[in-house]
């Protein structure tokens, strides 16, 4: 694990843990872009009443209406938890040529029972253009956050 991806999944586990004070689901996401935060957007599924509003697609909706297009496919996203295969799908189609997840899809299953395990490196290996994942990196610490939590 490199020392910068470390340090931008204790963010993304720092927003995870914001979120679920709130009351929303503990999941917290940022883009990074030449080593700067240029964005960060955490869970608002139970605020918004919305089931579509996880970190990562607040995160796509929000920084390409504000950035554009071609700023947002110069990013890697990071996140606490492994994307969703919707999230995923909008990261995609976004254009972000990477992803840095902390908890795996397959951990967070376990802990909350998840309905629909899809890792995002499926999602990904269906498309035309790559988009490089890595992680689990730092795992029990983002996943204390949701054993804490469901």
């Known amino acids: 694990m490199s020392e910068e991806h470390g340090v931008f999944l204790q963010r993304c586990i720092a927003l995870s843990t914001q979120a679920a004070a709130r009351g929303d689901h503990p999941f917290g996401a940022l883009l990074v872009r030449d080593g700067e935060i240029v964005m960060?957007?955490?869970?608002?599924?139970?605020?918004?009443?919305?089931?579509?509003?996880?970190?990562e697609l607040n995160l796509v909706s929000r920084a390409v209406r504000a950035l554009g297009s071609e700023?947002?496919?110069?990013?890697?996203?990071?996140?606490?938890?492994?994307?969703?295969?919707?999230?995923?799908?909008?990261?995609?189609?976004?254009?972000?040529?990477?992803?840095?997840?902390?908890?795996?899809?397959?951990?967070?299953?376990?802990?909350?029972?998840?309905?629909?395990?899809?890792?995002?490196?499926?999602?990904?290996a269906r498309g035309v253009r790559p988009v490089e994942v890595s992680g689990p990196i730092l795992e029990e610490e983002a996943a204390a956050v949701h054993a804490g939590f469901w």
């Open 71 to 124: 700023v947002v496919q110069e990013c890697t996203l990071y996140t606490s938890t492994e994307p969703c295969a919707m999230c995923a799908g909008a990261i995609y189609w976004a254009g972000i040529s990477g992803v840095v997840y902390a908890c795996s899809a397959e951990r967070l299953g376990e802990i909350a029972g998840g309905s629909l395990v899809i890792p995002c490196r499926e999602v990904f």
């Open 40 to 55: 960060e957007a955490e869970n608002t599924v139970n605020s918004e009443k919305d089931v579509t509003r996880h970190a």
